[in-house]
């Protein structure tokens, strides 16, 4: 009979493990690295410097053809603004500067054909002059041979007078027209000169009409204000532009770790799937929302898809250690704790054994462990359930890894 109890408690002992759920539990690899006191961070990328979009020219907004967050090219248009008085001005001024033109151009050609009437008017004279002369000196010497009498001498030098005379006319008349023709010139030119900058001032004033990106970049913002068929008046701020060439991470970091931080600490940023290295630049005195704002520098040329405001996450490493052996922190082991209890095995071996480990460092995920009875690659188990903790052995075959 009592055989009969002992194999039927035995049978229903081994029937009760075989239905009892078999317990997943956590392996993990030992290794060998450096140890990372590493922290999460995340934040958005800042624009070094920004610039402002402003009117110049006052008219009624006709299309808003960017939105905040738009990537835009140099030059490219953000407001397209209309002016029909603006428009009229201009054309006016344009007629008026072809005006000047034409007026400055006839001056020219006047002044040029009364130029040369005046020489040749000037060669016909000395022309005159010259034979006048020959004539007086033929006169003179029938005069000493006694076949002209002293008063046909006297009209013959009267006439060689005038002509000498109108000579010096034309010539005083010639240096005369160069100034006057000089003065005229300038004050032509001076008119096309005010013509063409009154054409100029509007043609800028028209081409304000389309305000445009300038160096290129991230449209921040755009005025509240903007709507379709709205008058602006010049010089309103219309938006906000930032410089995608020139950006740093603005991040957050738990105020936990205040203590820990330093100017130069080394941040991998993961920008869109792409990782970055940065580095610390500012520290915020202030804690705000259990918070700590950090501003990092980039290290490394930007990725083509970083813009300015781009959401980012990282990885802020506080303190890099030596090398030594590393497993992922168990769940039951706390921050001030110098030994943890595991269970280990070879990758050779079937079975998990007890293992005692002195801590040596801890990080966030990560402990730094020293035990002559753990070696690289040997598996360790995180979670080992309380009821388990006491065996002498734990089995694969017996838990789910």
């Known amino acids: ?77 953000v407001l397209l603004l209309a002016n029909p008085k603006l428009e009229r001005e201009h054309q006016r001024a344009a007629l008026a500067l072809e005006e000047q033109q034409a007026l400055l151009h006839q001056l020219e050609l006047q002044q040029q054909a009364a130029a040369q ?24 010497t029938l005069a000493n041979q006694g076949n002209l009498s002293s008063l046909e001498l006297h009209r013959s030098l009267l006439a060689l007078e005038k002509e000498q005379i109108q000579l010096q006319v034309l010539q005083q008349t010639q240096s005369v027209a160069s100034l006057t023709n000089q003065a005229e010139l300038t004050v032509a030119r001076l008119r096309v000169e005010q013509a063409r900058e009154q054409y100029a001032q509007l043609t800028q004033d028209i081409e304000g ?88 520098q980039l290290a490394v040329t930007l990725p083509a898809h970083a813009r300015a405001n781009l959401e980012i996450n990282g990885t802020l490493i506080l303190a890099s250690l030596g090398e030594g052996l590393m497993i992922p922190k168990p769940a039951n082991v706390r921050p001030d704790d110098t030994e943890v209890a595991l269970f280990a095995r070879s990758p050779e071996s079937e079975q998990f054994t007890p293992v005692k480990a002195r801590i040596l460092h801890h990080a966030d995920t990560w402990i730094q462990v020293e035990s002559d009875q753990l ?7 995180l979670d080992v359930p309380e009821s388990m903790r006491h065996r002498a052995a734990i089995f694969l075959g017996e838990i789910r890894v």
Do not use: C, F
């Not at 009892?20 to 934040?43: D, F, I, M, N």
């Not at 016909?124 to 033929?138: P, T």
């Not at 913002?221 to 701020?237: F, H, K, P, R, T």
């Not at 080394?266 to 918070?291: D, F, H, M, Y």
């Open 1 to 77: 009979m009592l055989v009969l109890v002992t194999a039927g408690l035995w049978g229903w002992r081994l029937i009760e493990r075989t239905l009892s759920p078999v317990p997943t539990l956590t392996q993990a690899t030992v290794e060998r690295k450096p140890l990372r006191h590493q922290v999460p961070v995340y934040g958005v990328l800042k624009p070094a410097s920004v610039h402002h979009l402003t009117s110049t020219t006052e008219g009624r907004i006709e299309q808003i053809l960017a939105k905040p967050g738009s990537n835009l090219n140099p030059g490219q248009p």
């Open 117 to 140: 009437q005046l020489v040749s008017d000037i060669r016909v004279q000395q022309a005159a002059l010259k034979l006048q002369q020959h004539e007086h000196q033929a006169r003179v």
């Open 209 to 296: 009409l389309v305000i445009r990106a300038g160096e290129g970049g991230t449209l921040n913002s755009l005025n509240d204000d903007l709507q379709a068929g709205n008058w602006i008046q010049s010089g309103i701020n219309v938006g906000v532009m930032a410089d995608n060439r020139q950006l740093y991470a603005r991040l957050q970091v738990s105020a936990s770790y205040a203590a820990d931080l330093a100017m130069g600490q080394q941040v991998w940023l993961n920008i869109k799937g792409q990782w970055i290295t940065a580095n610390v630049s500012r520290i915020s005195p202030k804690v705000e929302e259990n918070r700590i704002e950090l501003d990092a």
């Open 375 to 381: 070696k690289v690659n040997d598996k360790v188990l």
